[in-house]
């Protein structure tokens, strides 16, 4: 599944681990309802598959949604994703590949913040499209 291949990809990037503060093996990427609360900051992701295009080509939604402890840490980590996912412009020359698929584009679709009071976690919520065919 391509969702993995994108995993891997914000999995392999050294800003990203900087920003999240990775220490040892253990990414701070999560699917949407990990078992245990992660130390902040992290990453939760929901992949949504959409409706086929056409027989062979796919379009998918992700939603990737950064808890922190300050709004300018969120803020930090949700900028490096958009860095890079929202490459529609410049697939031909983003390092974000796949040997079981062929890219079309990444878009960033919509996205916003908030801050939950009660738990004191700053929000970053991002939706990216990601239109592909398998080779």
């Known amino acids: 599944m391509?969702?993995?291949d994108l995993i891997s990809y914000?999995?392999?990037d050294a800003t990203l681990d900087m920003l999240l503060g990775i220490v040892g093996d253990d990414k701070k990427i999560y699917p949407s309802l990990p078992?245990?609360?992660?130390?902040?900051?992290?990453?939760?992701?929901?992949y949504g598959t959409g409706d086929e295009t056409d027989e062979l080509i796919d379009e998918?939604?992700?939603?990737?949604?950064v808890r922190a402890a300050t709004k300018?840490?969120?803020t930090d980590i949700r900028n490096r994703l958009k860095f890079l996912l929202d490459r529609q412009d410049e697939i031909k020359n983003t390092t974000f590949?796949?040997?079981?698929?062929?890219?079309y584009?990444?878009?960033f679709s919509a996205g916003d913040g908030f801050y939950e009071p009660v738990t004191e976690i700053w929000n970053?919520?991002?939706f990216f499209l990601v239109k592909y065919r398998k080779k």
């Open 72 to 74: 300018q840490a969120a």
């Open 60 to 65: 998918d939604r992700i939603q990737l949604t």
């Open 35 to 46: 078992t245990t609360e992660p130390v902040l900051p992290y990453i939760l992701y929901y």
């Open 2 to 4: 391509i969702e993995y």
């Open 105 to 107: 584009y990444c878009k």
């Open 97 to 103: 590949k796949s040997a079981a698929y062929y890219i």
């Open 10 to 12: 914000l999995a392999s």
């Open 124 to 126: 970053e919520v991002l």
